[in-house]
């Protein structure tokens, strides 16, 4: 009988102080990620804690709602059966009178929307908590849309079906109800811009007391340079496919980059991978290739690579020396790579169970030819870019493919290594959180590239890293990049405080908060290392 079995009888209990015991052994029991998850019935002990979260005991339901938070952690998609009961729980417990207990229900449905359902399926459980009778969780369920759009992005939620009870609570009898609906929507209006705006004006009942000054804020908005790149295609406003569409750190898309790209699709490839136009995003510190002799805009003698700043809070993109060396390369060839693979077509999800199971098997064997290894990792991007992202039986695959993903980041063959890494980048940047753990077990052999002598291979160990940390926003890869930070390699070091600066800038907070110690300490650190280069990156 597992550890979880012998708690779950104890569940039960009406004792409070034994609660609250049993409650602070099971987190330090599930805290420690080598202990056994085993269970005979989890669904068992989930409807038994159940009725923690709705205890009138606040430490009672705060520890109920971590163990459920370390629970949907452990059990990522598995959790999915349980929704029903717990959601409505969680939801309960943002209208707690303690703050604490407010913010750990809304870690819990953050933690729902990262591992088990996307965010505009939860919005959709949600819309009830909109017209909740506590009006504190009608302000806590838009203070969570909120941080779902900034950590998710725009397209991650249809927002067109939520505005109508966002504008229904401007007129709330409770004023703090009503100041959060008008902020909502003006966080709303940062992300899908004059959509919104046009739709409030003429399908919405605002309150013709607040119309103006919504539309003087929207104003300012757009006047200071607020509005994200999403803002310009409405992207997810009516609907939601639960990926970022846009580069949160950038807060405008420089035209040179937009050049280059339209260069690139109009020079490369003669067949298009899909008849859909591509999506293309900028990354921090995105970078330029060198311009012919007599250019207009030439590098000096010690670079060809001339980066363009992307703008971030007030703060310009930074450089790596590897990505200014010959036979390095950068963001542009990435750009240019992720979308130059065959065409494919998915007919059902039997068959693209049959593909992934051919493409891991020719990429997991070392033996096999490496022309047909990269042949089947541009597949894996040929399969994203026809909408295997959709199909639920990708991900389990997914998991599949991480040992052969990391054989081949770790391979001989610089053209392997390459493609393995625009693959990598390619999926953190259209599925995000949902190759978090992928990002999480290939982060250590990408570092270890960093140092190679082989340009191309440290160069695209070092661009991955950067569309991982700008678009994977997963807590867990920050315990590696600070153990990495001790390397007795400058080149490492150097590289890991520049990505260590550029997650600082865009990442949301609550990803953060876990390691805010260790972060701490580490960037001290960064300040007095040996190399300058860190230095400089660890003072930013």
């Known amino acids: 009988m597992s550890q979880l079995d012998l708690f779950t009888p104890q569940l039960s209990t009406t004792d409070t102080r034994k609660k609250i015991a049993l409650g602070t052994e099971i987190i330090n029991y599930l805290g420690v990620p080598t202990n056994s998850f085993d269970c005979d019935d989890i669904?068992?002990?989930?409807?038994?804690?159940?009725?923690?979260?709705?205890?009138?005991?606040?430490?009672?339901?705060?520890?109920?709602?971590?163990?459920?938070?370390f629970l949907v952690e452990r059990m990522s998609h598995d959790f999915r059966p349980y929704l029903s009961s717990v959601i409505p729980a969680a939801t309960d417990r943002l209208g707690d009178s303690k703050d604490a207990v407010r913010e750990k229900a809304q870690m819990l449905l953050s933690s729902m929307m990262e591992n088990v359902v996307s965010p505009n399926s939860m919005f959709e459980r949600l819309i009830p908590a909109f017209s909740h009778k506590n009006g504190k969780v009608r302000e806590e369920v838009m203070n969570c849309l909120?941080?779902?759009?900034?950590?998710?992005?725009?397209?991650?939620?249809?927002?067109?079906?939520?505005?109508?009870?966002?504008?229904?609570?401007?007129?709330?009898?409770?004023?703090?109800?009503?100041?959060?609906?008008?902020?909502?929507?003006?966080?709303?209006?940062?992300?899908y811009g004059e959509r919104l705006r046009i739709d409030l004006s003429k399908k919405?009942?605002?309150?013709?007391?607040?119309?103006?000054?919504?539309?003087?804020?929207?104003?300012?908005?757009?006047?200071?340079?607020?509005?994200?790149?999403?803002?310009?295609?409405?992207?997810?406003?009516?609907?939601?496919?639960?990926?970022?569409?846009?580069?949160?750190?950038?807060?405008?898309?420089?035209?040179?980059?937009l050049a280059l790209r339209r260069k690139v699709k109009s020079g490369g490839s003669k067949s298009r991978a899909?008849?859909?136009?591509?999506?293309?995003?900028?990354?921090?510190?995105?970078?330029?290739p060198p311009k012919s002799a007599g250019g207009e805009s030439g590098v000096g003698p010690r670079s060809t690579i001339k980066r363009v700043p992307s703008i971030s809070r007030g703060r310009v993109g930074s450089s790596s020396s590897n990505t200014a060396a010959a036979g390095a390369v950068d963001e542009a060839s990435f750009f240019a790579l992720f979308e130059?693979?065959?065409?494919?077509?998915?007919?059902?999800?039997?068959?693209?169970?049959?593909?992934?199971?051919?493409?891991?098997?020719?990429?997991?064997s070392s033996s096999n030819d490496w022309d047909k290894r990269v042949d089947a990792l541009k597949k894996i991007r040929s399969l994203i870019i026809a909408g295997a992202a959709s199909y639920e039986e990708f991900y389990?695959?997914?998991?599949?493919?991480?040992?052969?993903?990391?054989?081949?980041?770790?391979?001989?063959?610089?053209?392997?290594?390459?493609?393995?890494?625009?693959?990598?980048?390619?999926?953190?940047?259209?599925?995000?959180?949902?190759?978090?753990?992928?990002?999480?077990?290939?982060?250590?052999?990408?570092?270890?590239?960093?140092?190679?002598?082989?340009?191309?291979?440290?160069?695209s160990g070092i661009v991955t890293i950067r569309f991982i940390i700008q678009n994977t926003h997963h807590h867990k890869l920050i315990p590696i990049l600070l153990r990495e930070l001790s390397s007795k390699n400058r080149e490492i070091r150097k590289v890991l405080c520049e990505v260590l600066d550029q997650l600082v800038h865009t990442w949301p907070t609550h990803s953060m908060e876990k390691h805010i110690v260790i972060l701490s300490e580490s960037i001290k650190k960064g300040i007095t290392d040996a190399d300058p280069e860190a230095r400089a990156f660890s003072r930013k």
């Open 146 to 191: 909120q941080n779902t759009l900034n950590n998710h992005g725009a397209s991650s939620v249809t927002v067109s079906r939520l505005v109508p009870h966002i504008v229904k609570l401007l007129s709330d009898p409770t004023a703090l109800v009503r100041d959060c609906a008008f902020s909502t929507l003006v966080e709303c209006y940062k992300h």
């Open 396 to 459: 389990p695959h997914l998991r599949l493919l991480e040992p052969a993903m990391q054989l081949s980041i770790k391979d001989l063959r610089s053209q392997v290594v390459r493609e393995a890494c625009v693959t990598v980048a390619y999926m953190s940047q259209e599925l995000h959180h949902k190759v978090d753990h992928l990002c999480e077990t290939l982060l250590p052999s990408l570092i270890i590239l960093i140092p190679n002598s082989a340009k191309i291979m440290a160069s």
């Open 43 to 69: 669904g068992h002990f989930i409807d038994g804690l159940v009725p923690w979260l709705q205890s009138s005991n606040f430490k009672v339901a705060l520890n109920g709602l971590e163990v459920m938070t």
């Open 340 to 364: 130059d693979v065959p065409k494919v077509t998915i007919y059902s999800h039997k068959e693209l169970e049959d593909t992934l199971t051919k493409v891991r098997e020719v990429i997991a």
């Open 274 to 288: 899909s008849s859909a136009p591509p999506v293309r995003r900028t990354v921090q510190g995105a970078a330029l």
């Open 204 to 257: 919405h009942n605002v309150p013709p007391s607040k119309l103006p000054a919504l539309m003087t804020r929207f104003d300012e908005v757009r006047d200071t340079g607020l509005m994200l790149p999403s803002a310009t295609t409405a992207s997810g406003y009516t609907e939601g496919k639960g990926d970022d569409d846009v580069d949160r750190a950038s807060r405008s898309l420089p035209r040179r980059i």
